[in-house]
């Protein structure tokens, strides 16, 4: 290769570059940045960004970008992106016989929902984890931004700041009216809370595809990748995520509204995530029902700005009733053996629990 070949080489390698970084933030931003949840990672979003710069080799960045959003908001999946012809073992003397994704001779690859094949020897799907509910949340996502994107190409070079409407933060919690909230604590420390809440964002998906089953899809779920952390506790630390949960189009116009009973698919995801391997005493998961207005203290103080908490915390501070009241209130709870311990789990043992009644979803709107 001549040196005129090999210096052309690096506008093109910056043109990926500098459209993956851009990508990257995107997905962050509107929460569709994780492989573990079901989404895409980083190896997803660059196989699809250099399926681009394929398509348009001599493209720049603010090119790449809106043709980006506009070949994958109308993808037919699961068509695969390949980014080169897969390569198959050809059984000589250095034959690896590795497997390699093939839908026709195997009956798991068929059933991919996303295939997203990675280019080298053995070929991959990079997006095994997608399922229809965070499929969903990807397609909506990317049809948004190429709304945006199109908005801009028709405002001319004088649009240029458009460009920030399209890394605008996903608002998570305004979206939604009832989540499903999965509490992961712990009676160690932080190093305690980060195993076992690994362990439990590696099996969200199979929530998430639990409650869309046991709905027949007339609840669709939308997994938040962000986990919220409290203060440590002097008895245990917690970390929680969400699940955003609303009805199709078409079920929110019928009346009256079924209430949806979720405490068996609860639990059964709750037996699934028990026979963690390294699961110990104190170890503990719960999952409920909650709505909007009833997110917890340390969710608020992450997702608020500090203005609006103060004008809040003083609104509930007026509202609240006289301390004679609260403390009769505890004495009740106290007297009705509310401050009682959980007994000692055994270790590779499901224990049992009880959903709360809150964890049965009525009228999801």
Known sequence: MDLASARSLNGVGGAFRTTLRCIKHWAKARGVYSNVMGFLGGVGWAILVA?????????????????????????????????????????????????VWHPRRNPRDKSHIMPVITPAYP?????????????RTITEQLQIGNGICQEILKAG???????????????????????????VKVAGGEADLR????????????????????????????????????????????STFFVGLSKPQQQQQQQPQVPFDLRATTEGFKQE?????FWGPGM?????????????????????PAGHLKRKRAAESNSSPPLSSASGDVKKVAAAGGTGSAPERKRQCCPSSNILPSASVQGVV
Not at 66 to 95: C, M, S, T, Y
């Open 51 to 99: 399926r681009v710069c394929q398509l348009y080799p001599n493209a720049s960045p603010s090119m790449l970008v809106p043709r980006f959003f506009k070949i994958f908001a109308q993808w037919k999946w699961p068509n695969p992106v390949l980014l080169r012809d897969i390569e198959h073992d050809d059984g000589g003397e250095l034959a690896l016989r590795l497997p």
């Open 123 to 135: 070929c991959m799907n990079s997006c095994y984890n997608v399922s229809h509910a965070t499929l």
């Open 157 to 183: 070079p004088g649009g240029a700041g458009g460009w920030d409407a399209l890394f605008q933060p996903f608002q998570f919690f305004k979206a939604y009216k009832s989540y499903l909230q999965v509490d």
């Open 195 to 238: 195993e076992w809440k690994g362990w439990v964002e590696s099996r969200l998906r199979q929530l998430v595809n639990r409650v869309e089953m046991a709905t027949a899809g007339m609840l669709l779920c939308h997994p938040n990748p962000k986990a919220y952390v409290a203060k440590p506790h002097d008895l245990h630390c917690t």
């Open 273 to 277: 995530v028990y026979t963690y391997e």
């Open 284 to 304: 503990e998961l719960e999952v409920s029902h909650t709505r909007r207005k009833d997110l917890p203290s340390y969710v608020l103080d992450q997702i608020l």
